[in-house]
Nanobody, 120 residues
Framework: QVQLVESGGGLVLPGGSLRLSCAASGTIFRISAMGWYRQAPGKQREVVAVISSGEVTNYGDFVKGRFTISRDNAKNTVYLQMNSLKPEDTAVYYC??????????????WGQGTQVTVSS
């Protein structure tokens, strides 16, 4: 069984920074892409950032250089450094990973979500 556990959310002032972490554990043969998504109240879940196994990154248009995604393959962990946070960044942030538990078994996994609130 595979689990993704997020940490690092919280309340921050506009212009502030937060660093989210997501660690995968369990029976892991290989981790391919990892990413962060977010969902604000009344809105659809949207992609924040994704990183491939080769560390190629892509970001949502709204990020505009404010966020950086990275991963530590030795720790099966993905990070999201968020700077210059805005009130509109307030949402539940979800970690996602494409994980193979064997050479022939691959699926998407989701974390439980961590709340990020940007407010004065």
């Amino acid at each position: 069984q595979v689990q993704l556990v997020e940490s690092g959310g919280g309340l921050v002032l506009p212009g502030g920074s937060l660093r989210l972490s997501c660690a995968a554990s369990g029976t892991i043969f290989r981790i391919s892409a990892m990413g962060w998504y977010r969902q604000a109240p009344g809105k659809q879940r949207e992609v924040v950032a994704v990183i491939s196994s080769g560390e190629v990154t892509n970001y949502g248009d709204f990020v505009k250089g404010r966020f950086t995604i990275s991963r530590d393959n030795a720790k099966n962990t993905v990070y999201l450094q968020m700077n210059s946070l805005k009130p509109e960044d307030t949402a539940v942030y979800y970690c996602n990973a494409v994980i193979s538990t064997s050479p022939i078994a691959t699926q998407w996994y989701w974390g439980q979500g961590t709340q990020v609130t940007v407010s004065s």
